[in-house]
């Protein structure tokens, strides 16, 4: 029989209860500052990993997407910046349920098919979506197919097709239009969508030895320079929308004691983000306008 492809939804399994640890190859290219572990993984059996707080179930959900700087798998549950956000908002008086759905690799075109056929069905119209456009972008600029890569781990179809049209759009215009799709498809549907520039490591050069050892030569500035640059892309997006956006990769500029590596926020940088992100997202909460056309 003939292999079948499918569309890849990016998720933690449903209702996964395990722990993971960093293995040694991997602790090469991170920093000391990456705990130990085991990290507990658990997720409920929508694929949204479990925060660790008690929180009643009918109380309305907040979903955050994005890639592996949501997921943040190498941090303890109860450290990770989405379940800390959950305990801030609750003690500020505005409960909601923080439904991590981040997840490695994941692009801004897997954004918009778990988006349209995940969760829509779960939170309807009203709900709220926090977008960070994942870093993982990035690596798409340079490719010729864009988002449509035949690359594995980046692929939105398995096992990958190759792209055969030859006026793809490609880097951060192929963005923006990925973007503008993800704006629509929630204006159409009636959630209401912040858009969040995800941040990075950063830091003037020769000011953080980790960073100036991973990215040698011209891959320091060049990289840097693609990662500002995409949080231009989505901070314009939201303004020609008319829509929330959360500068959250200026936020994060310059603090490189609060990453283990490049993308990742060590337990530091959960706490200092954290604090600022809940109080950021609590001016959008119950904003029943944000996604009304601008005028």
Known sequence: MAGRRYIRLKEIPP????????????RH????TLEVGPFLCRSDSNGFMVTGNEIDDDIEGLVFLGDSFVESIFSHEESRFVSRVERELAASGIPRR??????SGTTSLQLVNILL???????????TVILFVPQSDVKLLADEASYWTSSDL???LLPPAVAEATELAQGLESTRRVLQIAV???????IKLVLVSSPYRSAPHGEDAWLA????????????????DLAATVSRVAADNGIPFIDAASY???QPDCFYDELHLNSKGQFVFSSWLAHEISDYLGAPASLNEPE
């Open 252 to 254: 994060m500029r310059n």
């Open 184 to 190: 629509s498809v929630a204006r159409e549907l009636g």
């Open 154 to 156: 980046y692929a939105s």
């Open 98 to 103: 923080c439904l991590n759905g981040g997840y």
């Open 15 to 26: 209702s996964t209860n395990r722990v993971q640890t960093p293995q040694e190859s991997y």
């Open 117 to 127: 056929n995940k969760v829509y069905p779960l939170i309807g119209a009203a709900g």
């Open 213 to 228: 050892e991973r990215l040698r030569g011209d891959t320091y500035n060049r990289l840097l320079g693609w990662r500002k």
């Open 29 to 32: 290219f991170v920093d000391e």
